[in-house]
């Protein structure tokens, strides 16, 4: 019941600040500028689905043989997961394992949620690489005031302490999770199960050598599609070629604002709010910032479409699959 309060306040409070924001630049200029994109919303949307595809292709490379499955059916369920993560408030908690819960009938759940975590911790490193990169861009190109300057540099400190704690855990190879977990008595009976997940995920790159230029192809890739949307969506909405690093600097607001606020659903009125406040440090205004916001969400909203459908087709319900037993390995 309280979880369902909270989402619902946070999807008001969102909405509201939306609103407001579309009132302050103006109702109509939005949607003239949102009218202006017309049918290049085909492409910013095509370009959605490719780095679902590249997401997709980097969890397959991750599955540990004999377990496999296909392309077409990896890009469904990141589809799926990323509708379920993106509409309610739980974000990540949500969504990633249900992307493992949707080839339950494919695929052995234990070695599926193995491979994605690994994926995960490969994005998860991109995506803070990206926002320090992005971060240093900004305050050596253009002039932030000072409070931005300093949290922004300590984000660019908080990045390079993360990468030297991942270093640290991949040469100690702690048992973390399972520790953490069997601390509480209705998860002690997976310890074994967890700590061998753990073994998986340290051991990847030693077992699988050949497997990572494609895995850091494809993390790259991603990020590297969304710096074009945002280069294509800042293009049509000016009418001529916005500068490169601008684009960049878009494209890891976004990424920042996805990682900080995942638990607000489709990030109403965050993203706005932060795609708009850049865009004015970046000297190209509000209104520009607010209708790239919304020609994302329009990208959001016809990949949650489809993946509504293809839960609905699917029959997967949108809640977290419970630790894999034996019996579910073996099948």
């Given at each position: 019941m309280r979880r369902s309060f909270s989402s619902i306040v946070t999807v008001v409070i969102g909405l509201l600040v939306l609103a407001w924001m579309v009132s302050r630049v103006g109702?109509?200029?939005?949607?003239?500028?949102?009218?202006?994109?017309g049918w290049t919303i085909v492409a910013i949307i095509a370009i959605g689905g490719l780095r679902f595809l590249l997401r997709a292709a980097a969890w397959r490379m991750c599955l540990d043989p004999p377990h496999r499955m296909s392309l077409t059916d990896a890009f469904s369920a990141v589809v799926c997961g990323d509708t379920i993560g993106n509409l309610t408030p739980f974000g990540p908690l949500v969504g990633e394992?249900?992307?493992?819960?949707?080839?339950?009938?494919?695929?052995?759940?234990?070695?599926?949620?193995?491979?994605?975590?690994?994926?995960?911790?490969?994005?998860?490193l991109s995506a803070a690489a990206m926002i320090a990169a992005g971060t240093v861009?900004?305050?050596?190109?253009?002039?932030?005031?000072?409070?931005?300057?300093g949290a922004g540099e300590i984000a660019v400190a908080g990045t390079l302490v993360l990468f030297a704690i991942a270093l640290w855990i991949l040469w100690r190879q702690p048992v973390l999770i399972s520790r953490a977990l069997g601390l509480a008595p209705p998860l002690r009976?997976?310890?074994?199960?967890?700590?061998?997940?753990?073994?998986?995920?340290?051991?990847?790159?030693?077992r699988h050598r050949r497997t990572l230029p494609g895995l850091a192809a494809a993390e790259i890739g991603f990020h590297a599609l969304g710096v074009t949307e945002s280069y294509l969506t800042l293009w049509v909405l000016?009418?001529?070629?916005?500068?490169?690093?601008?684009?960049?600097?878009?494209?890891?607001?976004?990424r920042l604002v996805t990682v900080v606020f995942r638990f607000v659903p489709m990030r109403l009125g965050v993203?706005?709010?932060?795609?708009?406040?850049?865009?004015?440090?970046?000297?190209?205004?509000?209104?520009i910032g607010l209708a790239v916001a919304i020609v994302r969400k329009l990208r959001m909203l016809f990949w949650a479409i489809a993946g509504g459908v293809l839960l609905v087709r699917e029959g997967v319900a949108p809640k977290t699959p419970q630790l894999p037993q034996d019996q579910a390995e073996r099948g």
């Open positions: 109702a109509a200029e939005i949607v003239a500028d949102v009218r202006q994109v394992p249900a992307k493992a819960a949707f080839l339950r009938r494919r695929v052995a759940l234990g070695p599926a949620l193995t491979a994605l975590a690994i994926e995960n911790v490969l994005y998860t861009a900004l305050l050596v190109r253009f002039q932030v005031p000072s409070e931005i300057r009976r997976h310890a074994s199960r967890i700590v061998e997940i753990e073994s998986q995920i340290y051991t990847f790159a030693s000016n009418g001529v070629a916005p500068a490169p690093m601008s684009a960049f600097i878009f494209e890891t607001a976004n993203d706005e709010a932060a795609t708009a406040y850049v865009s004015q440090l970046l000297g190209l205004g509000t209104r």
